[in-house]
């Protein structure tokens, strides 16, 4: 079990490896780790693995470390420890290995798959033993595998699996050192977790059948081996498990567009827990000191985008205007950003901010929202236009325009007040005649609230749009029935 708040020997890892963008399951593993240090005042060491140099990019390290750092866990906090960096621990990986083989628990092997294959017949079953008597020697291309016990059972102590047992018979002799002498995960990730001191491993479920043979290997070293916890896999909509090649999985990716770091942090702490009450939206501080890892669920978790995308709203809202105003800064500028930067006005921004902000479900979604006040002209969106534009809209607009010629207050309640008298002129409700108003304004159907947006952007330039729209009407009338 997890030992009491305070107990500060406790030592958890997260150890990924630098082969691509820093996937949402690790994002979660390592939150797991990051609240059981933070809850028993134990530490969190972060470990690349990188000693596979064909995939490793040092792009890839510095994406680990921004997106630590991005979810709260970083080097500025004393509960973390790291980076350390498994290839620079080689020595200590191929010193096991030779204990090992100095010990009788692993031997050389010169089988190919194709050795194995002749004498087995079967291309589905794993190694035959053929090696273990036969005391060979250390040379090129011969792989050490350990000697695994023929008889008993390995028991994992898992905090969330329970403690599953697994037949000693049932597992061949593993490779721990290939055959240029380089040793391989099992025993490199095993030789780090005692160097480091580590008490208690939280991970993926997919590492659960590879428990065994490191805890045996454990043994052999003369250790006694860590707690082991095993998360539950991850899954998209159709209960696959989530996976980058066909689903959106790097964490940078949501980041980047919009998603705030505590949104996700809260999010990704609840795929596999729950804090109890029906309690969803809590600061981490909070979710620390609720936090059990026996209370974590061993079947699937749901990765659910629109429930996410609810978490990120719901965030964005509890920001003060200020701190929202900020966090939108980076899509009112270019490259997101369809205007020039002398045309944007951050007065008008500042003006709007509020009522963007308790629309937008990701801060991305700000550009679409505003991009009418800084465009010369209203983007052109086919779908609203055909969808606002019907027959009657002309005589409506060209009314419309003649009271807001004169109107006095430019004001939203006044301009409101003028469109919805207008409209019953026209036989319609304030929805429908506003509808048309809004498409030659904003270009869009759906936006901020109509009347305070055509406040800010002013009498000059809501006329001059709705001009526009009048003469285009004028080339090209509707044709469909007002509905």
Not at 161 to 186: H, I, K, Q, T, Y
Not at 305 to 331: C, H, M, Q, T
Not at 335 to 363: G, I
Not at 430 to 458: C, D, H, M, N, W
Request: aromatic share 8%; proline share 6%.
């Amino acid at each position: 079990m997890i030992p009491a708040p305070g107990s500060s020997d406790v030592r958890v890892r997260f150890a990924p490896s630098p082969t691509g963008m820093f996937h949402v399951g690790g994002a979660r593993s390592a939150l797991f780790n990051w609240a059981v240090a933070k809850q028993t005042g134990g530490r969190f060491v972060l470990r690349i693995e990188d000693t596979d140099a064909s995939r490793n990019k040092p792009e890839w390290v510095d994406g680990i470390l921004a997106a630590h750092a991005a979810l709260g866990m970083h080097a500025d906090d004393p509960t973390f420890e790291g980076p350390y960096y498994q290839s620079e621990n080689r020595g200590k990986h191929q010193e096991a290995a030779r204990r090992l083989r100095e010990a009788g628990s692993a031997y050389f092997c010169d089988c190919t798959r194709d050795d194995v294959l002749a004498r087995t017949g079967n291309q589905h079953s794993g190694y035959d033993g053929h090696c273990r008597d036969r005391g060979l020697d250390e040379a090129p291309g011969r792989a050490l595998r350990f000697r695994t016990p023929d008889t008993g059972e390995t028991q994992v102590v898992d905090l969330i699996r329970g403690n599953p047992v697994f037949p000693n018979d049932a597992m061949e002799d593993f490779v721990v050192a290939r055959g240029d002498g380089s040793p391989v995960f099992l025993l490199a990730n095993v030789v780090d977790d005692l160097d480091e001191g580590i008490t208690h491993v939280i991970r993926g479920e997919e590492h659960l059948s590879n428990t065994p043979k490191q805890q045996l290997l454990w043994a052999a070293l003369g250790a006694e081996p860590p707690v082991w916890a095993h998360l539950p896999v991850i899954v998209n909509e159709k209960r696959q498990k989530l996976s980058k090649r066909r689903d959106k999985v790097a964490l940078e990716d949501y980041l980047a567009e919009g998603y705030l770091p505590a949104a996700m942090v809260n999010y990704l702490m609840l795929l596999g827990w729950a804090p109890g009450n029906d309690e969803e939206i809590l600061p981490f501080s909070e979710m620390i000191s609720r936090f059990r890892i026996e209370d974590v669920n061993s079947a699937s978790a749901f990765f659910d985008l629109r429930k996410l995308a609810a978490f990120n709203g719901e965030y964005i809202r509890a920001l003060s205007v200020d701190e929202f105003i900020a966090a939108v800064g980076p899509w009112l500028r270019a490259p997101h950003a369809p205007w020039a930067e002398e045309q944007f006005d951050a007065a008008a921004f500042a003006a709007v901010a509020p009522l963007a902000q308790s629309r937008v479900a990701l801060l991305s979604d700000i550009t679409d929202n505003v991009d009418f006040l800084f465009l010369d002209a209203p983007v052109e969106d086919e779908r609203s236009w055909t969808k606002a534009m019907k027959p009657g809209a002309v005589e409506l607009l060209a009314d419309v325009r003649g009271v807001l010629a004169g109107l006095e207050p430019w004001a939203a309640d006044a301009l409101k007040d003028a469109v919805a008298t207008t409209g019953e002129q026209h036989g319609l409700k304030l929805g429908k005649a506003q509808a048309p108003v809004r498409v030659a304004v904003t270009g869009r159907t759906i936006g901020l609230p109509l009347f305070e947006s055509l406040e800010v952007l002013g009498r000059e330039r809501t006329l001059g749009r709705i001009d526009a729209a009048l003469a285009r009407l004028a080339e090209n009338p509707p044709q469909a029935p007002v509905q």
